[in-house]
């Protein structure tokens, strides 16, 4: 067994996901980490460490997740014709384009995800927590030659009971 499995094992035990008997809490937690554990033979098998260890693992995240390794072009071989106008960019799929928004512009879907404090008593006893969502105003203009940046933009949304970013800066009698 490897080092990598035998973290995994442990890991998986920490998290509560395997007992100490060897057996998982679900079905479908023991098939992914089963999956784990598979892909993990195979990275020990390579003989990665160091740096390679990381930039293979870099590079193996950002291919499984459908994620380009350089910039976008825009060139007309990077789009695919969805219908009624809508052009989506094969390398990224959050990507588009159309004539009639943002005056024919390409734009990416992700570009802002809006938060709001939110509460319910089924949730968490009611504790204040952040509820993300994104609607037609996440979409943001690009232009090429483009890489996704790091991260979204996170926009906060007030409401009336919370009409502010900042807890400490609510309203006397806001609910906490």
């Given at each position: ?54 930039y293979t693992i870099n590079l193996f995240k950002k291919i499984a997740s459908f994620e380009p390794l350089g910039s976008l072009t825009g ?102």
């Amino acid at each position: 067994m490897s080092n990598y499995q035998k973290h995994a094992l442990a890991e998986f035990k920490a998290a509560g996901w395997l007992d100490d008997t060897g057996k998982y809490n679900n079905e479908m937690q023991e098939a992914i980490c089963t999956n784990v554990l598979k892909m993990l033979d195979i990275f020990a098998d390579e003989g990665h460490s160091g740096s390679s260890a990381s930039y293979t693992i870099n590079l193996f995240k950002k291919i499984a997740s459908f994620e380009p390794l350089g910039s976008l072009t825009g060139t007309d071989d990077e789009w695919h014709d969805v219908g009624d106008g809508v052009f989506q960019n094969k390398r990224m799929g959050s990507v588009f384009n159309q004539s009639d928004r943002f005056d024919g512009q390409a734009y990416w879907l992700d570009g802002k995800v809006f938060w709001e404090w939110c509460s319910s008593p089924d949730i968490d006893d009611g504790k204040l927590f952040k509820s993300y969502f994104t609607n037609s105003d996440s979409c943001v203009p690009i232009e090429f030659p483009w890489v996704k940046p790091e991260k979204s933009e996170y926009v906060f949304t007030p409401t009336e009971q919370f009409p502010n970013e900042d807890l400490f800066e609510q309203p006397f009698g806001a609910k906490e």
